[in-house]
């Protein structure tokens, strides 16, 4: 399959997945925080990943109505929308896409096959044990996501941005920043920072963000990220009634990668 109808693919996907999260409840807006960090999660995918390969594959391609779409349906989850709005601009989003994907079909360029490059982890990690570790959890995630085991593959995503902050936070000389951040955990009985040992990937993300370490949006899909490798408890699960598919683990592969090239820029010498 060419890159560029897979991307389109893909994208068309997780709209759908999107519709089917915001139809899972009654309320008349969506107000929270884990159905508008899915949107907003979806959005980006577009935005970050899916518009790219379109872009540079199928030049031809007018990608304009999908970007509209897509505004629209990024700015609703600023403003407490309604849910038909919410399906509303993701039908819009989809027929665009459709129609986008059906141009694709006009012309097409070769795609050239390359295998995906493993970061240098060297610039986060001096440590060549830690280095090996970090290759091994990209190459096994890849390995899960080939597998069709999506659900594991998001746990590997997670447990690899962990080791990842980790490893950001080790190189910090003064960690000053990480204990008077306003998102620093705070011990309920000692009033006192958490030490860092016992961090977890919230707060690595949310400390993360206010240092400038990752984006805005960056924080905010790395939220969803978070949220659903937790559903490694099958109680969790069950009660939620959600299963974790292909386009969910691909958008999330994607989140993941954009949150590790953002971890290993600017990294303090």
């Not at 969506?30 to 999660?41: H, P």
């Not at 006009?106 to 240098?120: G, L, M, R, Y």
């Not at 096994?140 to 996501?145: A, D, G, K, P, V």
């Amino acid at each position: 399959m060419l890159l560029a109808q897979k991307a389109a693919d893909e994208a068309i996907g997780q709209l759908d997945r999107a519709r089917q999260q915001i139809g899972r409840r009654k309320s008349l807006q969506v107000t929270a925080a884990d159905e508008l960090d899915y949107v907003r999660s979806v959005a980006y995918a577009w935005f970050n990943t899916h518009r790219k390969v379109l872009q540079e594959k199928a030049t031809h391609v007018d990608l304009g109505a999908v970007d509209i779409a897509y505004k629209a349906l990024l700015e609703a989850t600023g403003k407490a929308a309604s849910r038909a709005t919410y399906v509303k601009e993701i039908r819009l989003a989809r027929q665009c896409l459709i129609e986008a994907r059906s141009d694709l079909l006009v012309t097409s360029t070769p795609d050239v096959k390359s295998e995906e490059t493993i970061p240098a982890f060297s610039s986060l990690a001096s440590d060549p044990e830690m280095q090996n570790i970090l290759v091994r959890r990209w190459q096994e995630t890849q390995r899960c996501l080939n597998a069709g085991a999506h659900l594991a593959a998001t746990v590997m995503m997670g447990g690899l941005l962990e080791a990842l902050f980790v490893a950001r936070a080790n190189r910090l000389k003064d960690k000053s920043a990480l204990f008077n951040a306003e998102a620093t955990p705070i011990d309920g009985k000692t009033k006192k920072p958490i030490p860092l040992p016992d961090w977890t990937l919230r707060p690595y993300i949310d400390v993360g963000h206010e240092l400038g370490w990752i984006t805005k949006s960056g924080k905010e899909v790395a939220a969803v990220l978070r949220d659903y490798r937790n559903y490694i408890h099958p109680e969790k699960e069950r009660a939620h009634g959600i299963v974790l598919g292909v386009d969910d683990s691909s958008m999330f592969w994607e989140v993941t990668k954009s949150l590790v090239r953002q971890l290993l820029t600017g990294v303090e010498s």
